[in-house]
């Protein structure tokens, strides 16, 4: 079987990038607004919401990047994910079943293994914004393709 990437398109990249722009913005005003709000005293005292917010913005914007850049592929051995953080290959046999996951119920669904010990791997690259998207289906179809072809025949 030939070698299969999965990973984000560019489309799916831009929107992926629009949604965590919007996501900055609701944060950026978030923190104006709990910086600017009047404290006990009258004395400015917001620094510490903003500084939470900040973090709270910077984990999530850092959580994105890593799935959106994120791939993985798919050989006839095994799945080998490819991320900022790690490099790993997970062989077939592995490998117990593949599931749909939500992330938010009716809005984000993703892709993940689950593995012999029970242990569940996210899918960098197979995420949609609905159920029904036609890429992710592929994403999904492909990961299935390799993984009953590779397992073994009882």
Not at 112 to 117: F, K
């Amino acid at each position: 079987m030939p070698e299969t990437w999965i990973r984000f398109n560019a489309a799916e990249l831009r929107r992926h990038w629009r949604r965590m722009g919007w996501w900055t913005a609701c944060c950026a005003a978030l923190a104006i607004a709990c910086y600017f709000a009047p404290q006990r005293g009258g004395a400015r005292e917001g620094w510490p919401a903003v500084e939470i917010f900040g973090a709270l913005w910077l984990l999530t914007v850092l959580a994105a990047a890593e799935n959106a850049y994120g791939r993985a592929l798919l050989t006839s051995d095994g799945i080998r994910f490819h991320t900022w953080v790690s490099r790993r290959f997970i062989p077939w046999r592995q490998i117990t079943g593949i599931e749909e996951y939500l992330i938010a119920p009716g809005y984000w669904c993703g892709l993940r293994l689950r593995r012999e010990h029970g242990r569940r791997l996210i899918v960098p690259g197979a995420f949609a914004r609905r159920l029904r998207d036609k890429s992710f289906e592929e994403k999904r179809g492909a990961i299935t393709y390799y993984w009953s072809h590779a397992r073994p025949k009882r």
